[in-house]
């Protein structure tokens, strides 16, 4: 593809609800990582996937965060019992290889809002 | 907490004008600083990085400004035009991929 893609772009649920945003990464990129922002703050990383496993997920704030990433391309983010304090837009990222100072292509986030 | 303390929050320049934005650090293990240009409803984009043996990098009408020794880079942005309104983020990593990224100025250009 062009570019990390992203889906849904808006996802509004209620509170206690369970939600999954998906990402596509560039074609052969075998690092991802996603980020979340908060409106008015910088990307805040959540979780790096070199291939297949999650390399580093010491980003993710407590245990109702999870990702996947089974066939080391599309990669998907799982929040359960959702909190208003969730709502930001979730963003993903791909590299080549994951390496220092490579280019990390972003896609335009997932907004999520909870009721 | 945010490793990176990126100011102003916001600012308006005049086309042609020359917008700096800067931040600082503290974590002294920092060695990669990249720039990421965001337009609203897209992801970031980078701009232009530096690494710390090097004082200034210049690409077309971005040049990143830094000084090892007080723990601060900025980013000048020449001849400012309407395109360049924007938000912009500092970042920060220490050899790794893990960015640490600063609050972002959202910078406004009147034609």
């Known amino acids: 593809g062009a570019g990390v893609s992203q889906t849904p772009s808006n996802k509004v649920t209620e509170k206690g609800k369970y939600v999954e945003l998906r990402c596509d990464p560039i074609?052969?990129?075998?690092?991802l990582y996603w980020y979340r922002q908060s409106l008015g703050q910088g990307p805040e990383f959540l979780i790096y996937?070199?291939?297949?496993?999650?390399?580093?997920d010491s980003g993710l704030p407590n245990d109702r965060f999870f990702a996947v990433r089974p066939e080391g391309s599309v990669s998907t983010l799982k929040i359960q019992r959702t909190e208003r304090g969730d709502s930001a837009v979730y963003l993903c990222?791909?590299?080549?290889?994951?390496?220092?100072?490579?280019?990390?292509?972003f896609g335009p986030g997932t907004r999520l809002l909870v009721l | 907490q945010q490793q990176v303390k990126q100011s102003p929050q916001s600012l308006i320049v005049q086309k042609g004008g020359i917008s700096i934005i800067n931040c600082a650090y503290e974590?002294?293990?920092?060695?990669?600083f990249p720039w990421y240009q965001q337009f609203p409803g897209k992801g970031p984009a980078l701009l232009i990085a530096?690494?710390?043996?090097?004082s200034e990098k210049k690409e077309g009408r971005f040049t990143i400004s830094f000084n090892k020794s007080a723990k601060q880079f900025s980013l000048h942005i020449m001849d400012s035009q309407p395109g360049d309104s924007a938000t912009y983020f500092c970042?920060?990593?220490?050899?790794?991929?893990?960015?640490?990224f600063g609050a972002g100025t959202t910078v406004t250009v009147r034609a």
């Open positions: 990222a791909s590299s080549s290889l994951g390496g220092v100072e490579e280019t990390q292509y």
């Open positions: 074609s052969g990129h075998t690092a």
């Open positions: 996937f070199q291939g297949t496993g999650a390399a580093d």
């Open positions: 974590n002294t293990a920092f060695d990669y």
């Open positions: 530096i690494r710390p043996d090097v």
């Open positions: 970042a920060a990593s220490m050899g790794d991929y893990k960015l640490s």
